[in-house]
């Protein structure tokens, strides 16, 4: 009687255990998921937070989603505003709204970074690039980079994704347009170079121009000087004069000067 007792307990609790095992109506959320419980095919209209949940056997079921921060690399070949072919390569920082989790469920599914993410962002990439001349695009990378991350935070949040970070990893032209520009470069370089000589070239000029002209406008003052005063035309003739008094062939010496003191003949 003891022994019938104690089976029946037993048994209870196998059976039990076989039921939980079998049917297993606990469900399970991870950390940085959101929980979606489909009932008889019908999406619950919440998502369900980490934890524990309990469902229906063969009548509910929870589907976990990803909401992390996730990142994805793309390439993209597309056409600049010059008709110029590149292939792009960028990274995508995003994820899925924890909120939203079940809505996203309901009308895309699992594979929503291929249905959604992807194509909105090569539509947006081609959309910001195809206003940028292949050349003034390695320039302004920055600028179109921060174009494009508006864009794809505009569009894709009523889709239930938040993009957080967006980046270009690379611009590949073809080859002949990179010689092209390589070309290009180096004419401007020399061009400027060739500017450069021309402009010092010319301030050479302007200050030799200068120079004369302060030059004969000293010679035009001393002319003048010398005009009014015949003294200091003997004046600058003796601060000239080397001491030694000018040879002849007719004669030894002829004094030249006339001065104050009197007239020295020969």
């Known amino acids: ?69 996730q990142k994805t690399y793309i390439e993209t070949d597309l056409y600049t505003k010059d008709i ?22 309901r009308e895309v599914g699992t594979g929503y970074v291929d249905m959604v993410l992807i ?11 195809g206003k940028w001349n292949a050349q003034d695009l390695v ?3 920055e600028t179109a980079t921060v174009d494009i991350l508006q864009k794809l935070q505009k569009q894709l949040a009523p889709r239930y994704i938040d993009v957080t970070g967006f980046q270009i990893t690379d611009i590949n032209y073809s080859n ?9 470069v180096t004419a401007e370089q020399d061009a400027l170079k060739a500017k450069n000589r021309t402009v010092q070239i010319q301030e050479e000029a302007k200050q030799k121009i200068i120079s004369a002209e302060a030059e004969a406008k000293s010679m035009a003052i001393r002319a003048n000087a010398l005009t009014q005063n015949k003294a200091l035309v003997e ?27 009197g007239n020295f003949k020969r």
């Open 1 to 69: 009687m003891d022994k019938k007792n104690l089976a029946t307990p037993t048994l209870v609790i196998l059976l039990l255990i076989a039921f939980i095992v079998i049917c297993n109506p606990i469900a399970i959320v991870g950390v940085g998921e959101r929980g979606v419980k489909v009932t008889l095919g019908k999406v619950s209209p919440q998502s369900y937070t980490e934890g524990i949940h309990l469902i229906t056997p063969f009548i509910s079921k929870i589907k976990n989603m990803n909401v992390k921060t």
């Open 139 to 141: 320039a302004n990378r």
């Open 119 to 129: 194509p909105v962002a090569e539509g947006t990439i081609k959309d910001v690039i």
């Open 176 to 184: 002949v347009f990179e010689r092209s520009i390589e070309s290009k």
């Open 235 to 261: 004046y600058e003739a003796v601060q000239k004069w080397d001491g030694h008094l000018p040879q002849y062939m007719m004669g030894n010496t002829v004094p030249f000067l006339n001065m104050s003191t």
């Open 84 to 105: 110029q072919q590149a292939k792009i390569s960028y990274v995508i920082n995003y994820n899925l709204q924890p909120q939203n989790a079940h809505n996203m469920y």
